[in-house]
DNA sequence: TATATTATGTTAAATGTTTGACAAAATGGT
DNA sequence: ACCATTTTGTCAAACATTTAACATAATATA
């Protein structure tokens, strides 16, 4: 019986990529969930914790090899294959995530930017022309995607996202300010800015 | 006594906001809480109980009032209040967060663009010229600053952000991928994007 | 006006998450 | 080769969050 790995755990996986990513880069060899701990300002309790629900990779009286660790922790945010990228508005905030994903290095790299406005089609942004959306069943047939990033106001988001999901796009990263409706097969990560924002204007009036 | 309110709360405060908005924009006087639940996918009881954190908006019989509660709502995230932001680091990211901020009507300005890259000084984003760093503390003189962008490259962004907390600044909007290390009187909102593209990723992969 | 219905606020139960404790295993020093 | 130390993996307790249940109050209907 698989049991679900809860998404409070996955939330925090990526931390650790990071932090062991920046051990490695130190030649850091080895680390207990302690040291790891105080350098996360996390318990060791949870690091253990959390590592556990994928298997052992550490080792009593030693703790966990740098390495070792920072290359699973990939495998298992799937880092370990290229993902293709397109994105679905090519605005100021779609320049800047195409720009994003690319600098990301290794797993992540950006294939196609589509939008609808004429002025901007045929620029070109991190080495990838504009083109208008009514080439995307075209473009799909010759490239593989696995992400489609909505970077494009709210109003177009829905009747996009549908599209999308209608050409067979099964991962979207949503930055449009809507929660989107798709089948259940399609996974969405939404970045809602406005709500950080307003998160962090609640937060500013507490203290 | 005071009981702190979770973050789990807060967190889901501007999502009620956004939701209760488009009601209120197509003129919906009053909804109950079971109505709500069902356009936004949680439970009934859960939406009731995050509301009484803040005390009681609504009324048996009758639900609750879609322009007072939203205008509640507004007071508890401190939208009622004009926030002036900042935002040091002028790049792709910092443009698509300058535009970002000030069309997010009402509540948050960008009124200061800064950077250290002498070809970016004195060009125009979103209004607002971009400034040299180095006039920071001359600007924070004449500017009440509410809230400072992060959007630079993490290797500055440790040093850059000890910088903003030693000339006043409390509250940091970051969207550089380190985790800061500040004063506990400073509120750190992060937007970690490559942690947000390796959920995805991983969720991925688990369908 | 009386009654059935609706729907909140709140209590308690159920569920989920985090932390603490410790046996067992490996390491490192002598 | 032995023993003290380190440190994991895991179990159980503590804590937090979410859901269900329901008494109470207001509304709507007849």
Redesign the pocket.
Known sequence: MEREI????IR?MPRYYRYLGELLESNVER??????SKLMH?????I?????NF??????????NVKFLHDEIGKILGLNQMHNVILIGAGNLGQAIANYVNFEKLSFRMIGLFDVNPDKIGNVFSGAEVRHMDELPEFLKDHHVDIAALTLPKDNAEAVAAELVNLGITAIWNFAHVDLEVPENVVVQNVHLSDSLMQLSYNITQI
């Open positions: 809860s998404q409070a755990v925090r680390i207990s969930s302690n040291e790891l996390v318990t060791a309790s949870q253990r914790q959390d590592l556990n298997g052992g990779f550490g080792q009593q009286g030693y703790g966990y």
